[in-house]
Nanobody, 123 residues
C-alpha cells in the first residue's frame, strides 16, 4: 500500500506562485506514475498534471499548461507541482495520486490518494 502526504498549500495573491509537494511511502516509487488533481467546492475533481515513473513523460490540463510544472525526485519519493501565475480559478483542494502504470488524466485510474492540501488564490 502507498501512502501519500501533500504539503505546500496556502493563501496567495493572484499572479503569485506556490510549490506543492507530495511525499510517498514505499520502496517502489519509480514504478508509479503520479498525478495532481484538484477539486473546488461544488465541482468534480479534475485533472491537473501527471508524470510517468521515470519522469520522462508529462501531461497537463489545458487550464494550467504553461503556468504549472510537474517534477519528481525518485530518490526522495516525492513529486512536486510548481504553480506560477496563479489565478482565483485555481482555488481548490489539490490532491496527489499514484497509479502503477502509465500516466493518466482519469481520476478512476488512480489507486492511492493523499488527503489534499488547500490552495486559495485571492484577487
Amino acid at each position: 500500500q502507498v501512502q501519500l502526504v501533500e504539503s505546500g498549500g496556502g493563501l496567495v495573491q493572484a499572479g503569485g506562485s506556490l510549490r506543492l509537494s507530495c511525499a510517498a511511502s514505499g520502496r517502489t516509487f519509480s514504478l508509479y506514475s503520479m498525478g495532481w488533481f484538484r477539486q473546488a467546492p461544488g465541482k468534480l475533481r479534475e485533472f491537473v498534471a501527471t508524470i510517468s515513473g521515470s519522469g520522462g513523460r508529462e501531461y497537463f490540463s489545458n487550464s494550467v499548461k504553461g503556468r504549472f510544472t510537474i517534477s519528481r525526485d525518485n530518490a526522495k519519493n516525492t513529486v512536486y507541482l510548481q504553480m506560477n501565475s496563479l489565478k482565483p480559478d485555481d482555488t481548490a483542494v489539490y490532491y496527489c495520486a499514484s497509479v502503477r502504470g502509465p500516466p493518466s488524466a482519469s481520476v478512476a485510474n488512480y489507486d492511492y490518494w493523499g488527503q489534499g492540501t488547500q490552495v486559495t488564490v485571492s484577487s
